[in-house]
């Protein structure tokens, strides 16, 4: 793979794409710098083989133009403490001023461009924007794993203006894409796939695309009432997709033809309301009560579920067993985590993505106990769709 890994940076401006969409409070100091840490590997990298540095990031939602509060000016005093380096700054990402400050950027020296999204022609994809941004860099860095699945000037069009040798993935997300791969093209069998959340219909595309790839696939959360119900069970107030009833059904056919096994959970935790202090039973997963809500999975579909993953070689985890907001239903969901992490031990390769399995993940203080922790929501969720990533395929072809 195309990485700043193997690549010597010295002399060269690198110019990066990263994602420095962090949270600002009402004074606009940084809440939660997860991904400007995440970026340090690669920008360190650079600075250490003798190179320079553009930052190039979108911030917020900006409608029309420029807005003092999506501006990147305010990133700056903690970049300044992270790097404990000086930080120019372009006020805009292609005006004179900026291109004079990148043209005469010396090696160890680090501008940020402004918000790119100040110019609607970013999320357009608009190439003349994008080949004036490519005049900031002599090499064309992606290490912006959360807009891989975005067409935009700076994530994909961008890569068009630099040759063959000059453009490569970050660190960070050269090791999303490894994780990514390990578990969808290279997996070691047994491959099981848990798949919870609200809902089927966010969902069907992943298991399809699994159909192809999984041994197992384990259905959780909410939309595992879909399944029970066409599979002619009663599940009460449950969540369901009545529209998808039909298509769970298909899907489970398809998975018995290839002789995948998809694991429906056999018991849960009813609620007679949705509510942390509802009252709460066990029951057959099948056999919910009428006006009761299945909101977590039971004690035998755990036991049943640690069988499957204690077996298993690669794990994919995406989506919560339960509403784990709420403590009295958190404890499927805890289970498959400490599970994964216990496979993880035995030698499982091990990937958790999308939003709550990562919250999951993190509250549980799994971290460092599974294999890879995967940043990027929508883009990882494309991944495993099946879709091809334009900012990936713009770099790797
Ligand atoms: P998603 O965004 O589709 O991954 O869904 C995540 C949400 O699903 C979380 O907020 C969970 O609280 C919710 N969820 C999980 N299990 C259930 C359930 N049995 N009933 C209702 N919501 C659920």
Redesign the pocket.
């Known amino acids: 793979m195309k990485t700043a890994a193997n690549y010597d940076f010295n002399g060269k401006r690198a110019l990066i794409r990263v994602d420095f969409n962090v949270p600002l409070n009402s004074e606009f100091q940084i809440t939660d710098p997860t991904r400007i840490n995440a970026a340090m590997p690669t920008i360190n990298k650079i600075i250490a083989d003798g190179g320079s540095v553009v930052l190039m990031s979108h911030l917020g939602r900006p409608k029309e133009g420029p807005e003092d509060k999506f501006s990147m000016k305010h990133l700056i005093p903690y970049l300044k403490e992270v790097t404990g380096k000086e930080v120019k700054f372009g006020e805009d990402c292609i005006g004179e001023e900026a291109f004079e400050l990148s043209a005469n950027l010396q090696p160890g020296e680090i501008l940020l461009l402004n918000n790119l999204r100040f110019y609607k022609e970013e999320t357009k994809g608009n190439e003349e924007f994008a080949q004036k941004l490519a005049k900031h860099g002599d090499v064309y860095v992606n290490d912006a794993f959360g807009t891989a699945h975005r067409a935009h000037a700076s994530t994909t069009i961008v890569a068009q203006y630099f040759a063959e040798g000059e453009k490569m993935f970050g660190l960070l997300l050269g090791k999303e894409i490894e994780a990514m791969d390990k578990v969808l093209k290279e997996s070691k069998r047994p491959f099981t796939a848990i798949l ?4 089927v219909s ?1 969902k069907i595309q992943i298991i399809e695309n699994l159909l192809e790839k999984a041994d197992n696939i384990i259905i959780g ?2 939309m595992m009432f879909s399944f029970v119900k066409a599979l002619g069970g009663k599940i009460g107030n ?2 369901v997709e009545d529209d998808y009833l039909e298509l769970a059904r298909m899907t489970m056919k398809k998975a018995a033809d290839k002789n995948i096994n998809i694991y429906i959970p056999v018991d849960a935790i009813e609620a007679d309301a949705f509510d942390n202090n509802a009252n709460r039973k066990e029951v057959a997963a099948d056999a919910i009560d009428d006006n009761w ?4 999975i039971g004690a035998k579909s755990m036991a049943d579920i640690e069988e499957i993953l204690m077996e298993s070689e690669t794990i994919l985890w995406n ?7 709420m403590e009295n239903f958190a404890a499927g969901t805890r289970f498959v985590a400490e599970t994964v992490a216990k496979a993880t031990a035995n030698g499982a390769f091990s990937l958790i993505g ?1 939003g ?1 399995s990562v919250a999951a993940i993190n509250k549980y203080e799994l971290k460092d106990k599974v294999s890879y922790v995967s940043t990027g929501g929508g883009a990882m969720l494309e991944y495993i769709e099946g879709k091809e990533l334009p900012g990936i395929k713009a770099i790797r072809g």
């Open positions: 919870g959340g609200a809902k966010g959360g909410g449950s969540l809500m299945g909101l977590d989506g919560p067993m339960g509403v784990f907001e999308g709550d």
